[in-house]
């Protein structure tokens, strides 16, 4: 992909007076699940380490793209490395996805439908497995949604797919319940639907984001498949309801909550932009651009809606970065680029002019972001010791994928603390 670059944005337009002040950018969950001292990482101000002992410890899980396809690895360090070193590295496998809660990573792997708890020694950080945990009796397996971590007893992993939501225990790594529950609705399209990121909820229930997939075959887009979802999880009741909003084709698999208002966002998904182009029942489809407010209780606020295209000339909404204050930064590819035949849908992503703006969602005031320049698209990753994080992708100039974690200095400032060649960061949290 080439890195976007930013210019003039063809509708409303304004210079906003420099905006230097610092801000803890706080999502409603992190993109890759991280922990955060603001999101419930329990080891927040921790005790004295002993002699011999690190004072602090951070965990950062990464893939590689090989021949054989995508090798996952897990590092402790701490300090934040500038860099990552597989050599370093306990390697995961194939199929495998990162966490961590408390002091401990938890890693998955796929094929074997297992959880793995890591312990990472306090003197050596030398990274250590303590217990495993099979799936596999329950029916959960492959490419899975990330746990729900309520407690260091309690967490729940989903696979809403297949209906199943398994209760286990982290601290004696024992499944204490499974739950069968309504699984997605069937929409006629096999695997439209895919869940990914969790947020639990002030009263203990669990909110998941549910991201609508792109449909591989043209041209009609089935009838009902269309609308934002969410899925909301009772542990008391051990019951799911789903939630849909026709005012948008299909959402991400994050939600965006904006720290100063409070108010949660559904985004659209990259994917929404392709309908649009191709698909002909457009007019019997809601907007592909549109941003929702999602309650507590997982609903949607039917009281607002906002059209991005009335503001934008967008072709392809691609990356959310963040929304703070009303203020929402995210990429995208403008009216300059002309869509090809279905089959060349994806040429975009590596032939589109990628430029990124700020859109004050009150008074509709909109200028380029050049923050990320030299990136291709960026992130939020969450807030960590006080520090808040971006996720940016790009490419070296030997045509590499690379992953950096940028630190905030403020909201158009960053510094990149690290960076992966080859492939792309998945996890970064501090464990104490």
């Given at each position: 992909?080439?890195?976007?670059?930013?210019?003039?944005?063809?509708?409303?337009?304004?210079?906003?007076?420099?905006?230097?002040?610092?801000?803890?950018?706080?999502?409603?969950?992190?993109?890759?699940?991280?922990?955060s001292d603001d999101n419930?990482?329990?080891?927040?101000?921790?005790?004295?380490?002993?002699?011999?002992?690190?004072?602090?410890?951070?965990?950062?899980?990464?893939?590689?793209?090989?021949?054989?396809?995508?090798?996952?690895?897990?590092?402790?360090?701490?300090?934040?490395?500038?860099?990552?070193?597989?050599?370093?590295?306990?390697?995961?496998?194939?199929?495998?996805?990162?966490?961590?809660?408390?002091?401990?990573?938890?890693?998955?792997?796929?094929?074997?439908?297992?959880?793995?708890?890591?312990?990472?020694?306090?003197?050596?950080?030398?990274?250590?497995?303590?217990?495993?945990?099979?799936?596999?009796?329950?029916?959960?397996?492959?490419?899975?949604?990330?746990?729900?971590?309520?407690?260091?007893?309690?967490?729940?992993?989903?696979?809403?797919?297949?209906?199943?939501?398994?209760?286990?225990?982290?601290?004696?790594?024992?499944?204490?319940?499974?739950?069968?529950?309504?699984?997605?609705?069937?929409?006629?399209?096999?695997?439209?639907?895919?869940?990914?990121?969790?947020?639990?909820?002030?009263?203990?229930?669990?909110?998941?984001?549910?991201?609508?997939?792109?449909?591989?075959?043209?041209?009609?887009?089935?009838?009902?498949?269309a609308g934002a979802r969410?899925?909301?999880?009772?542990?008391?009741?051990?019951?799911?309801?789903?939630?849909?909003?026709?005012?948008?084709?299909?959402?991400?698999?994050?939600?965006?909550?904006?720290?100063?208002?409070?108010?949660?966002?559904?985004?659209?998904?990259?994917?929404?932009?392709?309908?649009?182009a191709y698909f002909n029942?457009?007019?019997?489809?809601?907007?592909?651009?549109?941003?929702?407010?999602?309650?507590?209780?997982?609903?949607?606020?039917?009281?607002?809606?906002?059209?991005?295209?009335?503001?934008?000339?967008?072709?392809?909404?691609?990356?959310?970065?963040?929304?703070?204050?009303?203020?929402?930064?995210?990429?995208?590819?403008?009216?300059?680029?002309?869509?090809?035949?279905?089959?060349?849908?994806?040429?975009?992503?590596?032939?589109?002019?990628?430029?990124?703006?700020?859109?004050?969602?009150?008074?509709?005031?909109?200028?380029?972001?050049?923050?990320?320049?030299?990136?291709?698209?960026?992130?939020?990753?969450?807030?960590?010791?006080?520090?808040?994080?971006?996720?940016?992708?790009?490419?070296?100039?030997?045509?590499?994928?690379?992953?950096?974690?940028?630190?905030?200095?403020?909201?158009?400032?960053?510094?990149?603390?690290?960076?992966?060649?080859?492939?792309?960061?998945?996890?970064?949290?501090?464990?104490?």
């Amino acid at each position: 992909m080439k890195s976007f670059k930013l210019h003039h944005i063809t509708k409303k337009s304004n210079k906003w007076a420099g905006m230097a002040f610092l801000f803890l950018l706080m999502m409603a969950i992190g993109v890759i699940s991280c922990n955060s001292d603001d999101n419930g990482n329990p080891n927040t101000g921790g005790e004295e380490p002993e002699e011999g002992e690190v004072e602090t410890a951070w965990v950062i899980g990464y893939r590689v793209e090989t021949p054989q396809g995508r090798v996952y690895y897990l590092e402790a360090h701490e300090n934040i490395p500038s860099e990552t070193n597989t050599s370093k590295a306990v390697e995961l496998g194939l199929n495998s996805r990162i966490y961590s809660y408390g002091e401990n990573p938890y890693t998955w792997n796929g094929d074997a439908a297992t959880i793995t708890k890591w312990e990472v020694d306090k003197s050596t950080l030398e990274l250590s497995a303590i217990g495993i945990l099979s799936f596999a009796s329950t029916g959960v397996s492959g490419n899975i949604a990330a746990p729900a971590f309520i407690s260091e007893t309690q967490a729940y992993t989903t696979n809403l797919a297949e209906g199943v939501v398994v209760e286990w225990n982290p601290s004696t790594m024992e499944i204490t319940k499974v739950h069968n529950v309504d699984a997605f609705p069937d929409l006629g399209v096999d695997d439209l639907l895919f869940e990914f990121n969790k947020e639990v909820t002030a009263d203990g229930k669990i909110l998941i984001p549910i991201e609508t997939n792109e449909l591989g075959t043209c041209c009609d887009y089935p009838t009902g498949a269309a609308g934002a979802r969410t899925a909301i999880f009772d542990p008391e009741t051990a019951t799911v309801t789903y939630h849909v909003d026709d005012r948008l084709i299909g959402s991400d698999n994050t939600h965006f909550t904006d720290p100063v208002t409070g108010a949660r966002y559904c985004v659209p998904v990259w994917a929404n932009s392709v309908v649009p182009a191709y698909f002909n029942n457009l007019e019997t489809l809601p907007n592909a651009h549109t941003l929702l407010k999602v309650n507590d209780d997982g609903s949607f606020d039917a009281d607002y809606a906002y059209n991005l295209d009335d503001i934008l000339d967008i072709t392809l909404y691609y990356t959310t970065t963040f929304i703070y204050d009303n203020k929402l930064v995210f990429t995208y590819v403008g009216d300059d680029y002309t869509w090809g035949s279905f089959d060349e849908r994806y040429n975009i992503l590596y032939t589109g002019n990628f430029r990124a703006a700020m859109i004050d969602l009150e008074t509709n005031e909109v200028q380029p972001f050049d923050a990320f320049s030299g990136y291709t698209g960026a992130i939020a990753f969450g807030v960590l010791d006080g520090n808040s994080y971006i996720k940016a992708s790009g490419l070296d100039s030997d045509g590499n994928e690379t992953s950096s974690l940028l630190q905030q200095n403020a909201i158009d400032d960053y510094t990149e603390v690290t960076k992966h060649v080859g492939g792309n960061i998945e996890h970064f949290n501090k464990l104490w």
